[in-house]
């Protein structure tokens, strides 16, 4: 049993999304961060000091761990947006204002 | 779990009842669409009060009865979920309130302030009123403002948890954060889990993850939870609380995941991503059993130490926040302090969902009446004041039995990061302490810059204060979220906008109602 | 601590003036206890941006402290460890004006500042650009002052504490200051036992006044709100400190309203800080959206990227000011022993270097670099510390200018 089938899930059809230019699946209602988790993908963002990989932390949008650069928006939070067809999802690094 | 407090739903109708400004009803803004907020609201609206209820998800329901999105279809949501006819009560008297004109839902709007304007309509109960300030999810760049005569503050909880090396790593989630992704967005993230912290929490994240086919390596708990049930022997209420747990425990011995009592982890392994954990039991005085570590692989740890309410749209209303619970502080009626702000739910204490429920219940029975211009009669939700009580009573026996480990900072190495944001360690901390001259939170902040990273020290400031050996404070936040200076250097430009519309989204106009 | 310590010096206050008094005093072979009832820092110091500034004060008593300060500055940066332990960053400092009647005004500033001794260019509309690429497009000029700097405050303090050796008491609250029957000064009453010296230096900053009253003595030291916006993480977009050539009296000014001009400037750490406000509410500390709202605008007017850069934070502090706006500093004539060093009103932290140095002259008996006449303590008579006199300027009847000519913009230190 995954979640989807606990919970009876019947989505409507994937789309594709790029991660740094590679082409995911996505599914509608799903946020960016559970697309990438459901893809594999468990960091997408790497600090401004240690240059460390960070993902989902809190889930809920309080600790801003999943940052992520959406569509050359820098400083989305992974867990709130919701991910739409086409969406081209890049690796945050440092501030994610440096591009 | 008695669902009795919730009160009477569903008696729309109400609502377009004269109230004393000029035939118009009085407004009140409900901040979080969570059990309390949801209590409050159709209490309230049920009494002839127009409701603004405002929240930060796509979907009303919280953290507790946080829903799949609808576009994912799910035909059987509930298998995610406990209580499930509390929330059908909760999600179809709203509806049906929304239909009736008498609530109107503001989804995704995340609040950053809520202003108390000394200028307003004469007659009102509280003069100059409200603005609650939004930011429209999820690009929270486009500003909404809500005009309300009375706020409820429902805001809520979010998760602490304590640091040890290695939780940093990607696969190291909070318990809530595992719940949260996978009620929300029906995803997990690995195969096999370890649940680990403190705290009644852990026992429905195990029993979910396992249930949605992770593999759940341990379920790790610091405290030894047999000591609640001697500890709230004499309490009423406890019976559908403690078959509550037994329940979980059923479940968890079903599904035969190892439940390791007054134990811990101590730390967490991998390069880029989780690869293992080690755990440790703990003995009387709360230390790690030389000897007793184990290292158990897993790719994913849900870990949590408790709650901490959303206190910051409170504190900067000028709110008293009881700075031991760090929760705002409320008389019989879920009144704060300020005239026209009540509060209601995890932000008053942590409590519960069912707890919640009672408080939003008399918060928004009270703002009713008083936005009347009437004295409520307490009697009239003496079912939901029982309730409140018997649960707070529950809940205070519950954080002595739950408490982390006392020494869990002897595990912390001087390299671990103990501030995720601006990756400062804990030798930073101690440097600052030990050396620098800090003696509270605020000046280790100042020294180190832990806590001031984007997260604002939500995450690390219980660790900090116990790091420094200093009492945590409450943090005073004006912005609950970050606000573009754009929109910043025009809040509240907007003149007093018309009567309510009743209209159901915020879209159709910058200022609501 | 119920024993009696025994010192030369004592000084109330742990904030940046203390700290630096605590240095330089010890530098000068004296034995130096800091007491503090808070944390380091805990006060005005924790609550402002941390500017070392020359640009915005005009030829007199203040700028004279203002460059004996930055070259005491430049060589404690100049330590080893020192200068990157609290962040100094020379960045200099730059004056914008949105017209050319604005510049004029700035230029002619300018010119009486060289004279007496600061350095400013004059910066014509093109250069501008290339001095801050991001600043808006069509303000006249300005002028840029390379000796401007900023340090980390908190850490300025802390380090420099920790750098004079001194005998730091954090939480321990002076209770009373002890005097001898002649009346001179021998000490303070803790809540946690006597420290006995023979020298005691206020730098109690906003809260100099409480200290003093201590003493038996007046000083009026009132308190002025100041809020400082936060944002977030950036790269270095905003490179000096920059800010509007609105040549007002703010500072000077005794209206008790709220004044606003932007004052913005990056930190190394990332986040860009945003000032300044200043209004007389007391030690009211609750948020202010209409004051936070007057900034965010005024910094966006002067840098139009920052519209959708998310502020993060607001903090509060609290200036210490006196009726003619400069610090007291020196000897009291009226307690022998007492010294005070507060009332630098949101420029403390640059001029605390000075400030230490000739309290530590002071103290160790030689003729201190700067004349202490206009920071004279006992400068006010009673009658100026009435409520109802409080808005008359001491300066206007006394004969000295006072600093009505000082821009507004510098006030806090970072956080």
Redesign the interface.
Known sequence: MNPSELAGAEPGAAFTVTLDGRELDALPGQTVAAALWAAGVTSWRTTRGGGRPRGVFCGIGVCFDCLVTVNDRPNQRACLVPVRPGDAIRTQEGTGHEH | MSTEPVGPYGQAGAYGQAGPRGGTPPRLAVVGAGPAGLAAALAATARGVHVTLVD?A?APGG?FYRQ??????????Q??HHQWRTWRRLRDGLARHIAAGGVTLLPQHHVW?V?RRSEGPAGRPHAGGFTVHALL???Q?EPVEVRADGVVLATGG??KVLPFPGW???????A???????K???????RTAVVAGTGPLLLPVATGLA???VRVAALVESAAPRALARRVGTLAGRADKLAEGAGYALELLRRRVRTLVRHTVVEAHGT??LEAVTVAALDTAGRVRPGSERRIPCDTLAVGHGMVPHTDLAE?L?CRVDAHGMSVAVDDEQRTDVPGVWAAGEVTGIGGAALSLAEGHVAGRSAAARLRGREPDPREWEAAAASRTRLREFFAALDTVYVPPAHWAEQLTDDTVVC????VTAGAVRE?VG??????V??VK??T?AG?????G??CGPAVAGLAGCAETTA????AC?????V?????ERGEPGPPTGETQGRGGPTVE | MTERLTCDVVVVGAGMVGAACALYAARAGLGVTVVDRGPVAGGTTGAGEGNLLVSDKEPGPELRLALLSNRLWTDLAAEPGLGTAFEYDPKGGLVVASAPEGLAALEAFAAGQRTAGVAAETVTAGQLRELEPESAPGLAGGVYYPQDAQVMPTLAAAHLVRASRARLLTGCTVTGVLRSRDGAVRGVRTDRGEIHAPAVVNAAGTWGGEVAALAGVHLPVLPRRGFVLVTEPLPPLVRHKVYAADYVADVASDSAALQTSPVVEGTAAGPVLIGASRERVGFDRSFSLPVVRALAAGATRLFPFLERVRAMRTYVGFRPYMPDHLPAIGPDPRVPGLLHACGHEGAGIGLATGTGQLIAQVLGGRTPDLDLTPFRPDRFAPRDEEPGLRGRRFAARDGNPGRRGRFVAHEEEAE
Do not use: H, K, N
């Not at chain 2, 050396?435 to 509270?440: K, S, Y």
């Open positions: 930060s796509q953290q799949p999105a609808a576009a994912l279809g799910a035909r059987r949501p298998a995610l302030c202003e999810g999820p690009g760049e979010y998760e940093t790593l990607p696969g190291v989630i909070t809530g954060g595992a719940q949260a992704m996978l929300g967005g029906l995803v997990v993230s690995g249930a949605a086919g880029d991503r900067s000028g995720r944001c601006e990756e600052a050396e620098l001259g800090a003696g509270d605020r000046t100042l020294l810059r001031m990273g984007w997260c604002q939500r995450m005073r936040r004006p912005f970050p606000v573009p200076l754009g910043l250097a025009r809040a509240g």
